[in-house]
Each structure stands twice: as C-alpha cells, then as structure tokens.
C-alpha cells in the first residue's frame, strides 16, 4: 500500500526557511517521478514543484523558483522541500504526491495528508 | 501556462441526482485532464485520469469525457458521500494546472 507522509510544516516569519519532508513507503520511490502541490486557507491547488525519478530533473512554479529546492534521497525513500525567502502569500498545506506519467505529463495518484505551513510576524 | 476554468464553482444538488461539471482549457491539452475529489481537511483523491479512465477503486457512478478544451466529470446518481469539492487538472505541459475547483453542496 501506497502511503505517504509529510513533515516539517511549521509557524514561520516572513524571509525565513523551512524543509519540509515525505517520507514515502509502498512503491519503488527511487524511480518515480514525486511532486509538492500546495493550497492556500480556502483556496484551491497549486503546483510547486516536480522531481523526476528518471534523472532527477526538477521543475518549479514561477512562484517559488529561486526560492524552493526540491530534492530526494533514494536511499531513504524521502522527498525534500527547502523553501527559502518565505513570504506571508506561501502560507498553505503543502502536499507531497507521487505522480504517474501520462505520455504527455504527470498527474498525481496518491498524496500525503498534508503539513500546513503559516508565513507571519 | 494553460488556465483551467470550472463551472459551475458551486453546485446545489440532491442524493440521487446526475451532475455535470465542467473544465475548460485556455488551449488544446487533448485528452491530458485528470479528476480529483476533496473532502474537507483531508488530501485530493484521483477519481479520473486521460479524461475518461476511471482509477483504480472508484465507483462507476463517475465518468469523464471530452476533448481539445472541454471536459466533463459526470456523477450518474449522487451519493451521500460524493459531496465534497472537484478539481480538475491538466498535465499536457508544463506547469501543470488546476481548476479553481467546484464544490458540490447538498441540496
């Protein structure tokens, strides 16, 4: 079974940093393409950011590139996010998901419960 | 990037009842849309993937069709437990994109 497990969410002020984490289980993670999708207090979601599984090439939202960093480490089956610079509209429940290729691009079918991140002085 | 567009962004409806959402694409995604439901406090759910493939689980009350720019996610007969808020999503390029959701309310 498919499961996955985000952490790391935190009250943070506006300029600082958090990394987040999803520890993932239930699947061969080192080939797989994992993703952080985010959504804002009653709002809907937002792609951030993709890894792919294959070479590890890494896609951002123009929102956050140049300020998050995903990563993974296969060898401990655990998806990264470093979000730097942070401001007060980054604020949302960020969700790790494992994403299946659909010849043309990634959707996601299976996601973590969440870990909410609040940016405020 | 492409611009997802969902209508209605509330619908009213009772158990029982059929229900048509729609997505719009700004441009052609062809058959590259996926359906997810939410529920409140708890993480999106793949209902539907390259517009019609029903995942793995999912009852057959759901269904999607459409093509190039416009889509639907059809409910034949609501359940209790259908009532939540829908999402569409396009994976043709990049970035990927989202509809701003619709949510489906008891009537």
């Known amino acids: 079974e498919v499961h996955l497990l985000e952490s790391g969410g935190d009250l943070v002020q506006p300029g600082g940093s958090l990394r987040l984490s999803c520890a993932a289980s239930g699947f061969t993670f080192s080939s797989l393409t994992m993703s952080w999708v985010r959504q804002a207090p009653g709002k809907g979601l937002e792609w951030v950011s993709t890894v792919a599984g294959s070479n590890g090439d890494t896609h951002y939202a123009d929102s956050v590139r140049g300020r998050f960093t995903i990563s993974r480490d296969n060898s401990k089956n655990t998806l990264y996010l470093q979000m730097n610079s942070l401001r007060v509209e980054d604020t949302a429940v960020y969700y790790c998901?494992?994403?299946?290729?659909?010849?043309?691009?990634?959707?996601?079918?299976?996601w973590g419960q969440g870990t909410l991140v609040t940016v405020s002085s | 990037d492409i611009q997802m567009t969902q209508s209605p962004s509330t619908l009213s409806a009772s158990v029982g009842d059929r229900v048509t959402i729609t997505c719009r694409a700004s441009q052609s995604i062809s058959s590259w849309l996926a359906w997810y439901q939410q529920k409140p406090g708890k993480a999106p759910n793949l209902l539907i993937y390259k517009v019609s493939s029903l995942e793995s689980g999912v009852p057959s009350r759901f269904s999607g069709s459409g093509s190039e720019t416009e889509f639907t996610l059809t409910i034949s007969s609501l359940k209790p437990d259908d009532f939540a808020t829908y999402y569409c999503q396009q994976y043709n390029s990049l970035p990927p994109t989202f509809g701003q959701g619709t949510k489906l309310e008891i009537k």
């Open positions: 998901a494992k994403d299946r290729w659909g010849s043309s691009g990634w959707f996601k079918d299976y």
